[in-house]
């Protein structure tokens, strides 16, 4: 992404390390091994290579995420942390707006 308005510019590979990084340190989370995404190819054939995907449009940021979690912890709290987690700290790195952050529950492990 490139903004002209403030010669700031940042690739979407730094972007998916940054969202990687956020997911694999929430507790109860982890990314979605790439090996295991059969179920995943099955809801969204475009996500199968990457557990994290990045959209620019418009200057607006939209982050797609599928996720591991947990058994026993708290679907909604757990996702809820981990969205406005990855929302901030890409906003505050980058002062793009972030207009969505998605996350895609793929398989509960023990």
């Not at 940054?18 to 099955?42: F, Q, R, Y």
């Not at 959209?55 to 942390?81: H, L, P, Q, T």
Request: hydrophobic share 45%; net charge positive; proline share 2%.
């Amino acid at each position: 992404m490139f903004d002209s308005n403030t010669a700031f510019s940042i690739s979407k590979d730094s972007l998916v390390a940054m969202v990687e990084k956020i997911i694999s340190e929430t507790d109860g989370a982890s990314l979605v091994p790439i090996a295991e995404n059969k179920l995943l190819s099955k809801i969204s054939p475009r996500l199968i290579r990457h557990c994290v995907k990045i959209n620019f449009k418009n200057g607006v940021i939209e982050v797609f995420a599928s996720i591991n979690m947990k058994r026993g912890c708290v679907v909604a709290a757990v996702c809820e942390s981990m969205q406005n987690n990855i929302k901030k700290t890409i906003q505050d790195m980058t002062s793009a707006v972030v207009s969505k952050v998605s996350i895609t529950l793929v398989d509960c492990i023990s």
